[in-house]
């Protein structure tokens, strides 16, 4: 710590609050820097550094896959992903920062909230890749240029075809709140999955808490990453998934799982997915390296192609066979709006489902 | 030392006591530190959380929201009827259990003696899954299996695992070995004359066992019930994975809850401190009652006890013992087999589902695997070497009464036994990731081990220390101190008496204790969820990251990997010459 503090009260302030320790001074920029290219000058020095520090919520298959790719396209460049739900990430990387573990180079977040907070607490360096600057909308980038949206993915409902009767297939989040999904449902958690903090406020805000109180009533199977309803559904576990991701469940119906997926007609929490490359990253050149891969329309297919993900990036189009994505009936998120109440989220949520 | 040792007297006095020898003051102090440095610098920590507002002053809030708030009593109630279940469960399935293969002609008693020794090395979390895949109330392969024999309804289940009787019969199936080797060690030591006097004394079989076996392994049931209890009441895999799908917390799940984004780590001492104070006492009340109920069948020169004949019911017995044994070991590991190698984890395996895809993926693109593993294994292989070396030192210098003072050695060795493991990663955790702090006016700089590989393996010989030190004090108490000195008497320094006498003597005890520390940190949990990094995650955090995104597939691969490296070194730790394998009291998460 370059600061001392000798006072006792600062000491468990700053182990109490682990976030509130600020270990960089915040600063703020007004505007992103000049868009930069993939130029055989970064490629070279984040060979030198032979490795990146990938956090991301992204389902590990699918992360390991893509890093797989990036690995192929830059041999020499070790990809390390480090997976777990966003709020888990965000946990972990307030406690490592606390700590002076400056262990991350680049994050992908499903709770775009998280990408606020950390920019303000000004961990955050700018970056801007070219296909960001030129073939993102401006709503899926950050204005100062220190992070970018590069997939989006959609809270949905989903069914087991095998124990619902196609009559009975739900067509909204309410008609979850029927009797007949008494011990039927699989529901992910706001405290470890970011997508589903993102829905969960979203929906508080649309169809009111009221809904959640009723939901716990049914007796839902609490999981947590909001990777794994699919799954539970996919084999039978549970009839109905209350929510989670909507590329596993396509995924899963690929692979043979009779799974259907449900845009609920309330409309789908859109989950803005975005990456942020870190001021103190170890890997500086690497970080920036996969962020501009990332945004490239080739890493940007290579999603696609893998995960059935949607993109922002103009010139790569969604995956044949799915909607378009101005045709599913959004329900909009606010992650400025997210990062006042996420604590308080988190609170009502554990008190209204006890766990 | 060599040297102080030759100017010493080398002859004993007449109470068999050694003479201390002039570096006993250092020896005792720079042990006693570690060992104040281990242990009690977490707990000062955790008290201090504990009583700590945000700001930093004095209060009793946190206390009154773990004892006042419904989100804390209801946890702390669950806990409570968990650790009893599983206490009272535990002994009513182990004791008999401990007495067929200690006591009675059974047939195959190695065989469940081994099979009870699988159970024990199984990770507890990892039976849990096993469990989710056996008795989920849709998925599970047994539910599956039942409702193909009797035609039920597809949403109809005989089983569920996610219910509280689900996470007791879980916890019961990797406590119950506690009791059993408790109960069957104690047995083994029982002379049969007692039982052959009550005997030829006209008693029945049934008065010789209520009059004499049964109050003589009464104080190892008591102490194994005990056992049984804290080690459910401390566990945190198992309700983890059971538990929160059900829709409950354990007080060790909501601990660990309290560490989430915005962590509350006040909060989070105030509610270890119950769980301290209870295995405390707890623990206190275990010593006197088996300071009084403890017989002395020590002395004198008895034969081996006879095998109580069991006629017909040897087979049944045996055939019951390993029914009882499918739950713990051969289902579940049979479901963990089924799921690294089919495609589907709740399909059973068919020449059509058999895939290597899991295998391939945890070895070949899953790009933690082989960073955790060696983090595990290293973690493993150095907490068990430093934890046996200082346990043998210091049970060196407790029994062998070497150093002024060896009796507060031996009481802080022990003292952690006392402090669950989710306890003590809080307690670390507040130690070694502080700032600066002022006391008294000195500015005391941080020491900041979080993020590295040490305060693992601090936590890790910490949390061995007391099975350790209890399992080699009593090899070396077993080696009577006139064999040293008699060597010294012919001439031999005491280093020397050591090298040559004890050390060989002790081998097989030493290369136990090993083993037991390796196998306990590959499989420990609780302490290593609170203190892992991205960097420094091991093996049993790596699992349980991928439970909560559902990933069974890889879980499994990871589990039978982590059970077969873990055989492998046992057997090649005990290819030693001279070598058996031994198992006591341990805890774990």
């Not at chain 1, 999981?223 to 590329?247: C, I, L, N, T, W």
């Not at chain 2, 391939?360 to 060696?374: D, I, N, R």
Request: with cysteine; net charge positive.
């Amino acid at each position: 710590m370059t600061k001392r503090d000798p006072s006792r009260r600062a000491l468990i302030k700053s182990a109490g609050g682990l976030a509130t320790t600020l270990a960089f001074p915040a600063r703020v920029l007004s505007q992103a820097p000049a868009a930069e290219a993939i130029t055989p000058a970064l490629i070279e020095a984040a060979k030198k550094e032979g490795k990146v520090n990938f956090y991301t919520a992204m389902e590990i298959n699918i992360a390991q896959q893509f890093s797989k790719a990036f690995e192929a396209k830059f041999p020499g460049i070790a990809v390390k992903v480090e997976r777990s739900g966003s709020e888990r990430v965000f946990s972990r990387i307030a406690q490592e920062y606390a700590s002076k573990i400056t262990n991350v180079d680049i994050v992908n977040t499903t709770d775009a909230a998280h990408a606020y907070a950390w920019k303000k607490q000004g961990w955050l360096a700018p970056y801007v890749p070219a296909d960001a600057a030129t073939d993102f909308d401006a709503l899926y980038k950050d204005k100062d240029g220190q992070f970018a949206v590069v997939r989006i993915v959609f809270v949905a409902i989903a069914y087991n075809t095998q124990l619902v009767k196609p009559e009975d297939a739900p067509k909204g989040f309410k008609d979850l709140l029927k009797p007949i999904w008494v011990a039927k449902l699989v529901k992910a958690h706001p405290s470890y999955s970011g997508a589903i903090m993102t829905s969960t406020f979203a929906m508080a805000r649309d169809l009111g808490w009221s809904y959640f109180e009723a939901l716990a009533k049914q007796k839902i199977m609490q999981v947590q990453s909001a990777v794994d309803p699919p799954k539970k559904v996919a084999f039978g576990e549970r009839a109905a998934m209350a929510d989670g991701a909507d590329y596993i469940t396509i995924l899963e119906k690929e692979k043979g799982a009779p799974i259907e997926l449900v845009y609920p007609v309330e409309g789908a929490p859109i989950i803005n997915s975005p990456n942020a490359v870190f001021k103190a990253a170890p890997n500086p050149n690497a970080a920036r390296l996969f962020q501009n891969w990332f945004c490239t329309p080739e890493g940007q297919e290579k999603l696609v192609a893998i995960s059935g993900q949607y993109v922002p990036h103009r010139k790569v189009r969604s995956k044949p066979g799915r909607p378009q994505l101005k045709d599913i009936k959004i329900m909009r998120d606010d992650p400025e709006a997210l990062l006042k109440v996420a604590d308080e989220i988190k609170a009502k949520y554990a008190s209204i489902f006890k766990v | 030392m060599t040297d102080e040792s030759v100017k010493s007297d080398p002859v004993p006095n007449r109470g068999g006591v050694v003479r201390r020898f002039d570096a006993s003051g250092p020896v005792l102090m720079l042990f006693s530190g570690i060992l104040v440095l281990l242990i009690v610098l977490p707990l000062i920590w955790l008290i201090l959380f504990a009583f700590a507002s945000k700001d930093g002053g004095f209060t009793i809030a946190n206390f009154v929201t773990i004892f006042g708030d419904p989100a804390f009593q209801e946890p702390l109630v669950t806990t409570l009827i968990i650790a009893v279940s599983v206490g009272l469960i535990c002994s009513i399935v182990a004791a008999p259990m401990g007495w067929l293969v200690a006591r009675s002609d059974m047939p195959g008693r190695g065989v469940v003696r081994t099979l009870v020794t699988a159970s024990f090395v199984t990770p507890p979390f990892l039976g849990a899954i096993a469990w989710e895949l056996l008795a989920a109330p849709n998925s599970g392969l047994l539910n599956q299996a039942w409702r193909g024999l009797t035609g039920a309804q597809p949403d109809q289940h005989l089983l569920n695992i996610y219910t509280l009787p689900g996470v007791i019969f879980v916890i019961v199936c990797y406590t119950f070995p506690y009791v059993f080797v408790l109960v069957a060690n104690a047995l083994d030591r029982v002379p049969g004359e007692l039982e052959d006097a009550s005997s030829m004394l006209g008693a029945r079989s049934w008065t010789t066992a209520r009059r004499i076996t049964i109050p003589m392994a009464l104080p190892a049931i008591l102490a194994g019930m005990l056992i049984a209890f804290l080690q459910a009441m401390n566990l945190f895999g198992s309700p983890a994975i059971l538990a929160i799908p059900a829709g409950f917390h354990t007080m060790t799940t909501k601990i660990w809850t309290l560490f989430q984004f915005p962590p509350k780590l006040e909060l989070a001492a105030a509610a270890a401190v119950p769980l301290l104070v209870l295995t405390v006492v707890l623990l206190r009340a275990q010593a006197q009652v088996l300071g009084r109920r403890s017989y002395a069948v020590l002395g004198g020169k008895y034969g081996a006890p006879r095998p109580v004949p069991l006629g017909a019911f040897r087979w049944l017995a045996f055939a019951l013992c390993m029914a009882l044994l499918m739950l713990p070991v051969f289902l579940p590991y049979g479901a963990l087999f089924n799921a690294a190698f089919s495609k589907f984890p709740s399909k059973i395996l068919t020449w059509e589902t058999l895939s290597m895809q899991n295998v391939h993926f945890t070895f070949f693109e899953l790009s933690q695997t082989w960073h955790v593993m060696k983090n595990t294994f290293l973690l493993g292989a150095l907490s068990a070497t430093l934890g046996t070396v200082m346990a043998l030192v210091i049970s060196y210098l407790a029994i062998r009464k070497a150093v002024r003072g060896h009796q507060m050695l031996g009481f802080l060795a022990t003292a952690p036994i006392a402090i669950p493991g989710i306890v003590l990663g809080v307690g670390l955790f507040l130690a070694y990731t502080r700032p600066w702090i002022s006391v008294g006016g000195i500015d005391i700089p941080p020491i900041v081990l979080y993020g590295t590989l040490w305060i693992l393996l601090i936590a890790y010989v910490t949390i061995e220390l007391p099975a350790a030190y209890q399992q080699l004090s009593s090899s070396l108490q077993a080696v009577h101190v006139e064999l040293e000195e008699a060597s010294r008497i012919l001439g031999a320094t005491r280093l020397k008496a050591l090298r040559q006498i004890t050390a060989p003597l002790l081998l097989s005890g030493v290369i136990a204790t090993w083993c037991f520390i390796f196998v306990a940190v590959v499989r420990e949990l609780s302490a290593a969820a609170i203190l892992f990094t991205s960097d420094t995650k091991v093996l049993s955090v790596l699992i349980f990251d991928l439970k909560e995104s559902g990933d069974l597939g890889a879980i499994a691969v990871l589990g039978l990997t982590m059970l077969v490296v873990t055989t492998i070194v046992i057997a090649g730790a005990n290819l030693i010459p001279g070598t058996r394998h031994g198992m006591g009291q341990r805890r774990d998460g």
